[in-house]
C-alpha cells in the first residue's frame, strides 16, 4: 500500500515565531543571548539537540540537555501555539487522506507535534503521529522513519517522506523512500539539490497533484 508522511515545522505550519522566541528566551536565561539581528532560519526544523549544541557551541551532552529543557519549558507555556498552518494546506492534507494514509514524521517532541495537530483540527487526517518520544529517542529523521515502516508494515519503495529540510531528504533516503522538498518552509532549492530530493513542491496546493505522479 501506498503511504505518505509529512514533516510538521516549515511543512504544515508556520511554527518559526514560537520556536525562535523560545530558543531566545532559553539561551537569555543561560546567559548567552543571541543577537537580534541573527537569522535562526537554520534551526527550524532540525532536533533540538542538535540546535543548542550549535547555538551553544559544544557538544557537552548535560549542557544541551538543559538548555533544551529551559526551551520545552517556555515551548509548553504558550510558545507551540505561535504557530499558523499554511495556505492551502488544509485543503491539502484533506486530499492526501482520502487517497493515502498519512504519518507524520517530525522531530518535534511528540506531545507537542499531537497538541498542535489536534489544535488545528489536523490530527484526524493521520494514521499515526510520530514525533521525538519524551526520552530524546527518534529524533533523527533516519531513525524515525524506520521505526514507522516497521511499526506500520510500510513498503518503503510505495512511499513518500514530504518535508521543507535536508534531513526529511536524507532520512527518507536512508530508509530507500523517496522524498519531496516543499518550497514554502525553512528549506531552499539548492538545499534539496544537494540532498538528491526527488523533486520540489511549489504550492501546498500542488502536493496531492504531485504526490499522485510520484505514487500513482
Known sequence: MNAVLLDLDGTISDSRPGIESCMRLAMAELGRPVAAAENLDWAIGPPTEYVFARLLGTEDTAA???AVAIYRTHYAAGGWSNNTPYPGIAEALVALAARYPLYLATSKRIDFARRIL????????FTAIQGAEMDGSLSHKPEMIAHIVKTHGLD???????????????GAH??????????????SA????????DGTVARPGDLPATVLQLLG
Open 156 to 170: 518503503p519503495r510505495h512511499a513518500v517522506m514530504i518535508g521543507d529540510r535536508d534531513f526529511d531528504i536524507t
Open 118 to 125: 489536534e489544535h488545528f483540527d489536523f490530527a484526524r487526517h
Open 64 to 66: 544541551i540537555a538543559a
Open 190 to 197: 539548492e538545499e534539496f539539490a544537494r540532498a538528491g530530493a
Open 174 to 187: 536512508a530508509n530507500g523512500m523517496r522524498a519531496l522538498g516543499v518550497l514554502w518552509g525553512y528549506g
